[in-house]
C-alpha cells in the first residue's frame, strides 16, 4: 500500500485538484476491492496543522494530520494555489523543509499546475524538466531559471518528481500515476470512466499567446509590437536592427534573453495565433488563413503550425472553429 499526502496549503487552494485526486485514487482503491485485493492508496489529507482550514476560496477543506505527526509517506500531492505567489510562499514556507526531508528519504511528490512555483521555491525542481499552466510559463521562467520549463507538455516525470499543465491537466497526471502504480489496464478503465484522454500529452492547442512583455528592455519591446503589428508583412530582421541601432548579434541576444523566444519564434508564433482565431471562426479555408497571416508556402505553414500548437491547422479548425 502506497502512503498517499494529499496536501492542503493554507490559502486559497484548488478544491477540484484535492477532491478530484482524492476520487480518482479512491475509485482504484474501489477497483482493488472488486477484486479481492488490499487497497492500492492510503490517501489522507496533511496540512501545516490539523485545525487549520484552506479558507482562501470558496469552499473550506481541513487537514487530518499535520506535518508534525507525519514522519513517512510515499507520494506527496501539491494542489494549485490561487493568490498571489509570495503570500502563500509566506504562509506555507513550514512545508519546504518538509517536502525536501521527505524527497531526500524517498518520498515523490507531485505538483498540479501551478503549483509547480511552490515546488520550484524548494529547489527541487533545479535541473528538471517541469510543467504549469502555460499562461504563467514566462513568469515561471523568469523566477526559476535553474528550473527547465517544457511549457507544452501536460505531464513531466523527472527524478521521482511529477508536473502537470494547467487546470483540469491534473487528471491526465493521476491516471499516469494510476497506471504507473496499478498498471495500464486499470489506468484505462479509470480514463473511461472518469472520460479522460488517457494519452493526451501536449497543452498547446489550449495556448493563447499574448507575447512575453514581462521584461524591461525597451527596445525589444518596440521590436515585439513591431512585429505583433507587422506580421503580414516580410519582415527583416536586419531592418529590425538597424531600427534598434544594434548590432544584429546584440539585438538577436537582448531579444532571446527578454522573450524566451528568437525574433523567428517569436514572428512564428504571433501569425499562429493570428492563424488560430482565423480558424476558430471557420469563415475562411486553411489556404485563406494561410496567406491572410504571411505565409505562401502550404507545407511550410503547416509545419509551424503543427511545432506551436502540436495539430495541423485543418485538425485545429475541426476541433475549434466557432460554427
Known sequence: MKHVSLLIPKGHISVVNVAGTHQMLSWVNERYAEMGRDPLFDIHLVG??????????????????????????????????????????QRNVAFMPWLVQRYQEGAEI????????FLAATGLLDGKPC????QFASIFKEQFPKAILTDERIVTEADGIYTSG???????????LIEKYAG???????????????????QSPFMVFSGQKNHKDTLVLKAQEH?????????????????MALSRRTFERRFKNATSNTVLEYLQRVKVEAAKKELEKGRKTVHEVMYAVGYNDP????EVFRKVTAMSPKDYQQKYNSH
Open 299 to 302: 507545407k511550410a505553414f503547416r
Open 184 to 202: 495500464r489496464e486499470i489506468a484505462v478503465m479509470a480514463a473511461k470512466g472518469f472520460m479522460i484522454d488517457i494519452d493526451r500529452s501536449s
Open 227 to 243: 512585429l505583433e503589428q507587422h506580421y503580414r508583412e516580410k519582415i527583416s530582421v536586419a531592418d529590425l536592427c538597424k531600427d
Open 48 to 89: 501545516l496543522d490539523e485545525e487549520a482550514d484552506s479558507k482562501g476560496g470558496r469552499f473550506a477543506t481541513k487537514p487530518e494530520i499535520s506535518i508534525e505527526l507525519l514522519h513517512s509517506t510515499d507520494l506527496i500531492i501539491i494542489p494549485a494555489i490561487h493568490e498571489d505567489f509570495e503570500v502563500a510562499l
Open 131 to 134: 510543467s504549469t499552466h502555460w
Open 110 to 117: 507531485v505538483s498540479l499546475c501551478i503549483s509547480s512555483f
Open 166 to 176: 494547467g487546470a483540469y491537466a491534473f487528471t491526465n497526471l493521476v491516471i499516469y
